[in-house]
C-alpha cells in the first residue's frame, strides 16, 4: 500500500452508545486497535480533529474513536491513505459515527483517481511536444495537475490526460486543446450540478421528509452509487446525437466554401 504504515494491533472495543468519555492518545490507540504511532500518523494527515488539550495532555472523545475506526475499515478495503485523506476532508470534522459512515458511504463510489506523480519533461515527451511551462500554466488552471515542488507535478485524473494526448495525437496543437477543454470542464461542470441537484431535489430529499430512517440508508447509498454510471450514459448519448448533427453541419459548411472558391 506505497509504504503507508498501516499497523494495526488489535480488534476494536466496542463503544456503549451513551458513553462520553474521554481518552488519552494511548487509550485511544488501545480502544481503536492502532499503534499510538499510528494514532499520531493519522492526526498529522489532518485525518483526526484536534484533541482537547489541557496542559500539555491532549483528551480524545468518541468521535475520534470513530474516525479511527472508520480509517481501519477503509484500509482494509484498499484505499490508500491518501484516498482516506481526500475523503474525510469533506467530512463534518466531529461528526456522528453515523453522519461519517453515512458520508464515506455516499462519497466511496465518486472518490477521484489515485494521482500520478511526473515532470514537465515527462509529460511533453508523453504528448509528443516541445516543454512548454506556460502548457503547465494551463493544465494547473484547468485543474488537471498542481505543482508538487519545482520539478515535479502530480497528475489528478491519468485518464483524462490520456484522453487528451491521444487528442494531441490526432495532429491538434496543444494550445488549442487546452482552450477547448476549458470551455468543456465549465459545461460539465454545469450538467454535473444538474444531475446532483435534481437527486437532492427528490431521492435524497423525500429520505429526509421521512425522517432520514436508517433501514434505508443502503438504498439511498446505492442510489448515490448508480448515479454517475446512469447520468454518464445519458450524457454520452446525447452527446453522440449532437456531435453527429454538428459534425454534419461543419462538413457542409466546408464543402459549400470549397466549392465556392
Known amino acids: 500500500m506505497r509504504g503507508e504504515e498501516v499497523c494495526v494491533v488489535t480488534a476494536a472495543e466496542p463503544m456503549p452508545d451513551g458513553e462520553d468519555r474521554e481518552f488519552t492518545v494511548d487509550q485511544l490507540a488501545a480502544r481503536a486497535g492502532v499503534t499510538v504511532r499510528n494514532v499520531r500518523a493519522y492526526s498529522a494527515r489532518g485525518l483526526l480533529p484536534p484533541p482537547r488539550m489541557v496542559g500539555r495532555t ?18 482494509a478495503e484498499g484505499y490508500t491513505l ?51 511551462p506556460a502548457v503547465v500554466d494551463s ?4 485543474g488537471l495537475v498542481e505543482r508538487v515542488d519545482e520539478t515535479h507535478l502530480r497528475v489528478l485524473d491519468p485518464a483524462l490526460l490520456t484522453a487528451g494526448i491521444q487528442v494531441l495525437a490526432l ?55 448508480r448515479l454517475q454510471p446512469v447520468a454518464a450514459q445519458a450524457l454520452l448519448a446525447a452527446f453522440r446525437t449532437e456531435m453527429a448533427g454538428t459534425v454534419q453541419d461543419a462538413v457542409e459548411a466546408a464543402l459549400s466554401r470549397l466549392g465556392e472558391s
Not at 58 to 75: D, K
Not at 97 to 116: C, D, F, G, I
Not at 139 to 142: D, F, G
Not at 181 to 191: C, F, P
Open 82 to 132: 491518501a484516498m482516506i485523506e481526500r475523503t474525510l476532508t469533506a467530512a463534518p470534522a466531529m461528526g456522528s459515527s453515523v453522519t461519517l459512515a453515512l458520508h464515506r458511504a455516499l462519497l466511496a463510489p465518486w472518490l477521484p483517481p489515485e494521482p500520478e506523480l511526473t515532470t514537465g519533461a515527462e509529460l511533453a515527451a508523453r504528448a509528443g511536444v516541445p516543454e512548454d
Open 58 to 75: 491532549g483528551y480524545y472523545g468518541r468521535e475520534h474513536v470513530a474516525r479511527l475506526l472508520l480509517v481501519r475499515e477503509m484500509l
Open 171 to 225: 495532429g491538434v496543437p496543444v494550445t488549442a486543446l487546452v482552450t477547448a477543454q476549458m470551455q468543456v470542464t465549465e459545461h460539465v461542470r454545469e450538467i454535473a450540478r444538474t444531475y446532483v441537484q435534481m437527486f437532492v431535489d427528490t431521492r435524497w430529499q423525500a429520505w429526509v421528509d421521512a425522517g432520514a430512517p436508517p433501514d434505508q440508508i443502503e438504498e439511498i447509498r446505492a442510489t448515490v452509487a
Open 139 to 142: 493544465l494547473v488552471e484547468l
